[in-house]
Structure formats: C-alpha cells, structure tokens
C-alpha cells in the first residue's frame, strides 16, 4: 500500500518503479502520481477526474447554471479546481465565484470568514464546490 499524501506518493513511486515494486495509493489524487508509472496504481479518479465529474454531477443531478469554487493553492485542489471550471465551462456552467487560499491560511479564521461572506452573496441555488 502506497503513501497518502500525493508528494510523498510521487517520490515514493519513483522507487517503485525503479525496484520494480508494485504500489496502491487509496488517497493521492495528483495525476503525477501515476503518470508514466506501471507499478504504481490508485483506488479511485485522480483530482482532474474527480473535478469532471463534480462539474457533471452538478449540471445534470442538480441543474446547475452557476457553480462557486473553493480551492487551495499548490496542492491537488489546483488540479481538481481546474478541471472543475474548464468542464463546468464546457457545459455551460458559469463561475460565480472563484476563491483559493493557501495552505498556511487555513486556519485564519479572518480569511475564511471573508471567504464565507462572499459565498453567502451567491444566490441560494448556486452550488459550492
């Protein structure tokens, strides 16, 4: 079983590869993960994947016609985040709101509460992703 945190997964798989070790990650989400790697395997989509599907799941479970995002920088969030806007994009969703933190400023209460304030402005049915 491989490592949960997808920069220790991407170094990790390098050894894998090398030693010819096959590896299963059930957490790490970057695409780098597994990218060019035969011995290194995910239980799961990687974040670009999961964040199509949220924007699918989004237009035809619930109508969507305006989605906001919420990201963290320089992590996996990047990634699902883009992959979220260029399919909602794509489908005719709009961006009502697009926010990234980073991540020493998750725990700042006086971020997160602006952040909070901005979202509460959207209309009720816009979906917050």
Known sequence: ?????????AAAGEVYKKQ????????AS?????????WFFRLFRDA???????????KFQFGAREIAVIREKGTAGEEFASALRDRAKSEGIRIAADLEFAPAQ????ALMNGMAKKLATLPK???VV
């Open 1 to 9: 079983m491989g490592q949960v945190a997808s920069s220790a997964a």
């Open 48 to 58: 670009g994947g999961q964040g199509r599907f949220l924007a699918d799941y989004a």
């Open 20 to 27: 010819g070790i096959p590896a299963i990650t059930g957490a």
């Open 30 to 38: 970057e695409a780098r993960v597994t990218a060019g790697n035969d």
């Open 106 to 109: 998750a725990k700042d209460t």
């Open 125 to 127: 049915e816009d979906i």
